[in-house]
């Protein structure tokens, strides 16, 4: 049974830093692709990195709004995904969810969800 469960969400400051967490069972990290997605208030869900699985390179996508100021790495050991913020923006203000397609090589269509973190970005 896949499940995912976010952690790790809070305030921030403007400028600041926040790692959240995603606690995966029922598969190994490494294989499926990954996506972090956020949705914020009276805004479409939005996917803002996929990370592939290992038989696709491994590589990870940003979305323009993100790139350069978050990372997203995986533990292979506690089957853990991770999202870094940096430097985040009152706009970066979401709900976080983690997903996946059961699927290597695309984060489309993703059908297994965690249950959300809120990141709010305030002074």
């Known amino acids: 049974q896949v499940q995912l469960v976010e952690s790790g969400g809070g305030l921030v400051e403007p400028g600041g830093s926040l790692t959240l967490s995603c606690a995966t069972r029922?598969?190994?990290?490494?294989?499926?692709?990954m996506g972090w997605f956020r949705q914020a208030p009276g805004e479409d869900r939005e996917q803002i990195s996929c990370i592939f699985g290992f038989g696709h390179n491994g590589r990870t996508e940003f979305d323009n709004s993100v790139k350069g100021r978050f990372a997203v790495s995986r533990d292979k050991a506690t089957n853990t995904l991770y999202l870094q913020m940096n430097n985040v923006r009152p706009e970066d203000s979401a709900l976080y969810y983690c997903a996946t397609a059961g699927d290597g090589s695309t984060c489309y269509g993703a059908r297994w969800w965690g249950q959300g973190a809120q990141v709010t970005v305030a002074s």
């Open positions: 029922g598969f190994d990290v490494d294989v499926y692709a």
